[in-house]
């Protein structure tokens, strides 16, 4: 546990190596300014489950409370919107083209004035978002779950598996990851499904990666797994807490944080704690 926080985190992103986010339980925000951490009064004792910005100072949270918030580089302030189920997961492609997940397969889109929620066509609770294009927007939940974004309605794609889906990350419209329970890790082309094989059994509970060739996925009991070319390569994390969320600015400078306030510095040889 670091002496910044004991709170359990939940997110992590950034715009850079001076300017890296951590959200997490109880209200709990804190930023890194390439010098120090610092905390962030959220304005409440909400749970920050995803973050997702266009800059410093237009970044969006969203919250197990039901709640999304924007942070405008002063301060986090609660958006405008309706009732809301526990929240999940955003991803943006732009500051007017934002979309968040929720539990009991609710969606909503932000066109930089309003949110609406959008037709899912499922109950499935929704984990996470991910997209490099309108084109190409995925969602991912339980019960194995895939979505995709076609014109303003999310369809189902077929895929053979009960997995509790919580994570998805990508590189293109034909290179994307999804992360999820008893050691699922799944390679996705735009057509096919890769179910490549892990030495563990654990739960994955984010994937990230700075790049193609170096992808990480983080989860249980300080799990860490690289990809290994077709393989997933289990790498010493030095704890046992759960890690929940992966992000870095490069492939020399990432994070990872977990419960009881851990936060994980990877400098390209090692991952160490932040006291």
């Known amino acids: 546990m670091s002496e910044l926080t004991s709170s359990n985190l939940l997110s992590v992103y950034g715009f850079g190596a001076d300017n890296v986010f951590i959200g997490g339980a109880e209200g709990t925000c804190l930023h890194w300014n ?25 970044l969006y949270a969203v919250c197990t409370d039901g709640k999304i918030l924007r942070y405008n580089g002063k301060e986090w302030k609660a958006e ?20 968040a997940c929720c539990r009991i397969g609710k969606i909503l889109k932000y066109d930089g004035h309003h949110w609406k929620f959008m037709a899912s066509g499922t109950q499935t609770d929704i984990s996470s978002l991910w997209g490099s294009d309108s084109e190409n927007m995925y969602a991912v939940g339980f019960d194995g779950l895939v979505l995709q974004l076609r014109g303003d309605e999310w369809k189902r794609l077929t895929f053979n598996s009960n997995a509790e889906l919580y994570s998805i990350y990508g590189f293109g419209p034909k290179d994307m990851y ?6 699922t890790l799944i390679h996705f082309n735009g057509t096919d499904f890769n179910v490549m ?25 300080g799990l ?16 046992e807490e759960y890690l929940t969320a992966i992000w870095g600015p490069n492939e020399n ?23």
């Open 253 to 275: 400078d990432m994070y990872a944080v977990g419960d009881n306030g851990l936060i994980l510095h990877w400098d390209g040889e090692d991952w160490q704690e932040v006291e």
């Open 224 to 239: 860490i797994l690289y990809r290994d070319g077709d393989q997933w390569t289990r790498i010493e994390s030095n704890t």
């Open 197 to 221: 094989p892990t030495p563990v059994e654990d739960f994955f509970l984010d994937v990230w990666g700075p790049s193609e060739e170096l992808v990480f996925s983080v989860g249980d009991m």
């Open 34 to 58: 390439g010098k120090a951490w610092n905390p962030i009064d959220t304005g409440g004792r909400w749970t920050l489950k995803r973050m997702w910005g266009t800059a410093p100072d237009n």
């Open 80 to 99: 405008d919107t309706e009732s809301l189920p526990p929240m999940s997961g955003i991803w943006g492609l732009s500051e007017n083209e934002i979309y």
């Open 178 to 183: 999804f992360a999820g329970s008893f050691g």
